[in-house]
């Protein structure tokens, strides 16, 4: 099973400086779950965007809150 593993207490600031390198995963904060973020998953006008206006987009497809948090690292094989 891979693990994720959180880069701890960093952020790029916007999305177009995280390292293409680099897995994103979508943590709700309502309801712990996770999910792997995409970055094709972006429209255009969000790709130069900050992750928080990102993270302010999120919707959670368990509980629908609108609660998301963008968690940078890579998985471990
Ligand atoms: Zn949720």
Redesign the pocket.
């Known amino acids: 099973m891979a693990l994720f593993h959180e880069i701890k207490d960093w952020t790029p600031g916007y999305m177009n400086v995280a390292p293409a390198h680099l897995d994103i995963m979508a943590q709700?904060t309502?309801?712990g779950?996770e999910q792997e973020f995409s970055r094709d998953s972006l429209p255009n006008s969000l790709k130069h965007a900050l992750v928080e206006d990102v993270e302010r987009r999120l919707k959670?497809s368990?509980?629908g809150?609108r609660a998301g948090k963008l968690k940078f690292g890579y998985w471990l094989k």
């Open positions: 709700c309502a309801c779950q959670c368990t509980c809150a």
